[in-house]
């Protein structure tokens, strides 16, 4: 077990600055998620930390040991990929002493601890079996045993769950939670989908284009979105965004709607005729019955309603109590709790309350 | 999945004719083969006839045979070994490497089965003279080699290319050098393919009849060059002889197959033969 530390790490393919500057650090024993979307950088940043892609620029290091100048065998990493990788001609058994057997262990204890890790994700059955005789799920856990056998310093994960079907992904989702939980191993985790951050993670880092756009817990991800990128990114339904002013009566004007002035904005920001973006949740909408707003389409969900709005130019998504039988057609009236607002410069796209 | 029955009965027609068009040659050269010299030329053909072993007796008695089977053993074993040796890393470097011109590296491989032999074979003559390779062991396995090399690295890349490259990082990852990465991963993931191309090349080396005829003399005399120079002559073939003499060639290869046909199966069946 230990802690990881990037500091001021970058990654170049040729003339393609990949990562540029990054630094990270993963509390011993923490479950920290890597997330954004598909090309942002990060299986090279989880690469370069299991050593099979080089650095760059700066360094990385395993509680007190630069580990960036060590070959991957000396790193004492486990790490479980997207298509599992496991060795085809090994049966299960194999596959998950295989490594043990090269750190020197003995075949009693190699069988022992296999057997153990075995037990624990419920593959004994499976332990003669070659991986092409196996499902997703059971190949999935193979995987997952080959990485606990060795009692590493840290667990890496590429996308582990992204090849299984949504019902599956769910239990093992709640498996590797409670897995690295009893072991307490410093674990990173590399995703694109934020159910996977949300629910596995102590702490997420969203990045974007090879940089950090936020670090926080998954629930202030989603109350507190740091900028517009990391706000759009969260969320079941996408935030709305509209482009506000401030008015001389202290509320925002967008079009010709008006709205309550969000909590928490500086005296700077509030001083009339300034422009914001702002954003609203679609779940942090509420509805008023007098109103002049037509709803232009309408989702019944079953446990909820999700409908559109029209705004002069915009249009805002609505999610609704499906027991008010909105229709499209429909006129309501829409405020926002200045609570559960989001402000962002149109600048920078940094959040600003 | 249910075909119709005339989708069925088709297929059914189509292997029929395959395999009598496949194996039609096969049976003449047997019945030439338990023939007397006076029913083989006779026509129209025989199929009636006093079957007789004398071909056969003479054929295995004949020290120059046995001699010729030993030859061609020596070669395709020979430049089988020779070929896996250089061709499987060589695949492997072209299946893992980002070297630029690699793909170009690998169609030139394979262009060099585009030449024909004939036009290779008069500067290796003069090349094998001046090394003094001509009627050796190493100077016809060396020309076998040309002639298999390419098959090997090509059908051993796709075999290659087929294991995902994170099996080979999931062992470094568990703590396994290169070499035993190499040894220990990749090349038994790849042994129905190592299996396959082995017994195609040996095959190739087994049948090839150019090289052999142009670059050995008496020292060395393979199957196809001993019954090429001894049972055709200038004005007669000794067809009753030539036939068993065929049929025995054939069966060292037909084992061989039966004893692989396991892996054979799933090698060729990967789609990995192009
Ligand atoms: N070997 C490579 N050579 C050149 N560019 C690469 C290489 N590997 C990755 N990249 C580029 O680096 C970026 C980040 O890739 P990656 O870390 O795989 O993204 P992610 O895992 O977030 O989807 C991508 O734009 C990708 O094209
Ligand atoms: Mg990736």
């Given amino acids: 077990m230990a802690r990881i530390e990037l500091r001021n790490v970058a990654k170049t393919y040729g003339a393609v600055d990949v990562i540029e500057g990054l630094d990270l650090h993963v509390e011993d024993g923490e479950f ?13 940043i989880l690469r370069m930390v299991a050593g099979l892609e080089d650095v760059s620029g700066g360094s990385i290091h395993f509680d007190d040991t630069r580990v960036d100048t060590l070959p991957t065998q000396k790193r004492n990493v486990a790490m479980v990929f997207q298509n599992y990788a496991l060795y085809p001609h090994m049966t299960v058994a194999r596959n998950m002493g295989w490594g043990l057997g090269l750190a020197g262990a003995s075949n009693s204890e190699i069988s022992s601890r296999t057997k153990l890790a075995a037990e624990k994700l419920g593959i004994y059955e499976l332990m003669d079996r070659k991986p092409a005789a196996l499902s997703g799920g ?12 060795r009692d590493p310093a840290a667990f890496l994960f590429d996308e582990p769950l992204s090849n299984l079907d949504a019902k599956l992904r769910g239990q093992m989702r709640r498996e590797i939670k409670q897995l690295q939980q009893e072991l307490g191993t410093t674990a990173l985790y590399v995703t694109h989908d934020q159910v996977e951050a949300m629910t596995l993670a102590t702490r997420v880092v969203v990045l974007n284009r090879g940089k950090i756009e936020q670090i926080s817990p998954p629930l202030d991800l989603y109350a507190r ?14 935030m709305n965004f509209l482009e506000a002013v401030v008015t001389e009566t202290n509320t925002l004007r967008t079009g010709n709607a008006t709205w309550a002035m969000p909590d928490g904005l500086s005296e700077a920001d509030r001083r009339p005729g300034t422009a914001l973006t702002l954003g609203v949740r679609p779940e942090h909408i509420l509805l008023d019955d007098e109103g002049m707003l037509p709803i232009t389409f309408v989702e019944k969900l079953g446990s909820d309603t999700v409908f559109r709005a029209a705004l002069e130019d915009d249009e805002l998504m609505v999610r609704c109590d499906p027991g008010l039988g909105v229709r499209t057609g429909d006129r309501v009236g829409l405020r926002a709790d200045p609570a559960k607002m989001h402000a962002f410069s149109p600048e920078t796209g940094l959040r600003l309350n | 999945m249910r075909h119709s029955l005339l989708a069925r009965t088709l297929a059914l027609l189509w292997l029929i004719i395959g395999t009598v068009i496949t194996l039609a040659p096969i049976l003449w050269m047997l019945l030439q083969a338990l023939k007397r010299p006076i029913d083989q030329i006779a026509f129209p053909p025989r199929f009636v006839f006093t079957p007789t072993l004398d071909n056969f007796t003479a054929v295995l008695s004949a020290p120059g045979f046995r001699a010729a089977m030993q030859d061609s053993l020596i070669v ?20 893992r490497s980002s070297m630029r011109g690699r793909f170009e590296l690998a169609e030139f491989i394979l262009s060099t ?27 016809l396995i060396l020309g076998h080699l040309l002639v298999v090399l390419a098959l090997i690295v090509w059908v051993m890349r796709s075999f290659i290319d087929a294991l995902p490259v994170e099996v080979e990082e999931a062992a470094y990852v568990d703590g396994a050098s290169r070499l035993r990465v190499l040894t220990h991963i990749v090349l038994p993931s790849a042994v ?23 670059l050995t003399g008496t020292n060395i005399r393979t199957l196809p060059t001993y019954m090429a120079t001894e049972y055709v002559g200038f004005l007669a073939v000794d067809w009753g002889r030539l036939s068993a003499a065929g049929l025995l060639a ?6 061989l197959v039966l004893v692989l046909q396991r892996y054979l199966v799933r090698g060729l069946s990967m789609g990995a033969v192009k």
């Fill in chain 1, 32 to 44: 920290l998620v890597l997330l954004g979307p598909s090309g942002c950088g990060k299986s090279t």
């Fill in chain 2, 250 to 255: 054939t069966v060292p290869v037909v084992l």
């Fill in chain 2, 113 to 139: 089965k585009m030449l024909p032999a004939i036009v290779v074979v008069v500067p290796l003559l003069q090349v094998y003279q001046n090394l003094n390779l001509l009627d050796s062991y190493t100077g």
């Fill in chain 1, 138 to 149: 059971q190949r999935q856990r193979v995987a997952m045993g080959r990485s606990i056998v």
């Fill in chain 2, 192 to 214: 129905p393919g190592l299996v396959t191309v082995s017994a195609l090349a040996f095959i190739l080396s087994w049948n090839e009849l150019f090289f052999a005829l142009t």
């Fill in chain 2, 76 to 95: 395709g074993v020979g430049s089988v070994g020779l070929g896996l040796l250089l061709g499987v890393p060589f695949a492997y470097v072209l299946s």
């Fill in chain 1, 225 to 238: 979105p740091a900028s517009l990128f990391v706000a759009d990114f969260i969320g079941t339904n996408p």
